[in-house]
């Protein structure tokens, strides 16, 4: 049954005319792939099959989102928590098979949270060269009386090798400078606007500025464990050029694809789930009008539940707010 939802929920769903049409635009593998019926493209298949049919060095950046070591239901099918040492194997089983699709100068990111988070770093150093570990903060999470909230996850950074792209001007942070300080009465290291004074920073490893998706965001969809294009659009920026290929093994709605599209990058997806398949064949249709990344405009990422500077604000400034507006 279709759930009863409020009038100004924006949740994005699958009307039935729609789940035949964009099935349509899916591709399945039964052998091997060449890489142009693949790019661009969302598969439909278990990873474990669809990684044998994938071509050799072909990805520039590889992002997973797997399946968290934890009970959860996707779409009527469920994970089941398992023992630390098995889920480590199971994410090795299938990180081996990815191996050899990577180019020698391929990043890679896995998605984790607190309690798998050692075994994919101990699964993924048995082939990678690990960078760093991202923290970033879900700003929601159900509190506990004899314990810490859980609001983080960790996202591990690895590369293939020691020869790897990364472009930290690309993911700059604009945050407001509360105490600003000047020179000769001149900002230094800052900017003076009409609407306050702001400065772009160097991001860190722990990022507090991402809003998980939810009922009135336009990218909001009903999967339970859908990541923000914010965070893609960090994650894609940093560690690719325009025009390098995203793979993601775990595509789930489609996040990574659509997030890749908008910053053109070339993309491949594959997700075992048919409606998820769909859905982000649809997302990536509305890609094409609107590419707008909420968070990110004018060039740089903002604050969480902040306005991006519009043009107006910034009479004489160096800053600017090309694009799309967003809080």
Avoid at 123 to 145: D, M
Avoid at 270 to 295: H, N, P
Wanted: hydrophobic share 35%; aromatic share 10%.
């Amino acid at each position: 049954m279709e759930k009863q939802r409020a009038p100004r929920n924006r949740t994005l769903t699958l009307a039935g005319h729609e789940r035949a049409t964009f099935a349509r635009r899916v591709v399945t593998l039964d052998g091997p792939a060449l890489l142009g019926t693949i790019e661009n493209r969302t598969i439909l298949g278990d990873l474990f099959t669809v990684a044998d049919y994938l071509p050799d060095s072909f990805v520039d950046l590889l992002f997973v989102d797997p399946p968290y070591n934890l009970h959860k239901s996707f779409n009527g099918t469920p994970f089941r928590e398992v023992p630390v040492a098995e889920y480590c194997r199971w994410v090795e089983s299938w990180l081996a098979r990815l191996v050899r699709c990577l180019k020698p100068t391929c990043s890679v990111y896995i998605c984790s949270d607190w309690r798998s988070s050692a075994a994919i770093q101990q699964a993924a150093e048995k082939h990678l060269v690990l960078r760093n570990r991202v923290t970033w903060e879900r700003e929601k999470g159900r509190g506990a009386r004899q314990n810490w909230k859980n609001c983080s996850e960790d996202i591990w950074f690895f590369t293939r090798t020691d020869q790897y792209y990364f472009n930290i001007e690309a993911v700059k942070l604009r945050r407001r400078v509360l105490a600003p300080y000047a020179e000769n009465g001149k900002p230094k290291g800052w900017d003076r606007t009409s609407a306050g004074d702001f400065r772009d920073t160097h991001p860190s490893n722990l990022w507090t500025d991402l809003t998980v998706p939810f009922w009135s965001m336009p990218e909001n969809t009903d999967h339970p464990t859908q990541k923000p294009e914010k965070l893609l659009a960090k994650v894609i920026l940093a560690s690719s050029r325009p025009g390098d290929l995203v793979l993601d093994p775990f595509l789930g709605s489609g996040t990574t694809s659509v997030v890749a599209k908008k910053l053109g990058r070339r993309f491949v997806g594959i997700e075992v789930d048919e409606t998820y398949c769909s859905l982000a064949e649809k997302r990536l249709a509305l890609a094409d009008v609107e590419k707008s990344i909420q968070g990110y405009a004018g060039g740089v990422f903002w604050e969480r539940n902040t306005r991006p500077l519009q043009p107006a604000d910034t009479p004489g400034s160096s800053l600017s707010a090309n694009g799309s507006l967003f809080g």
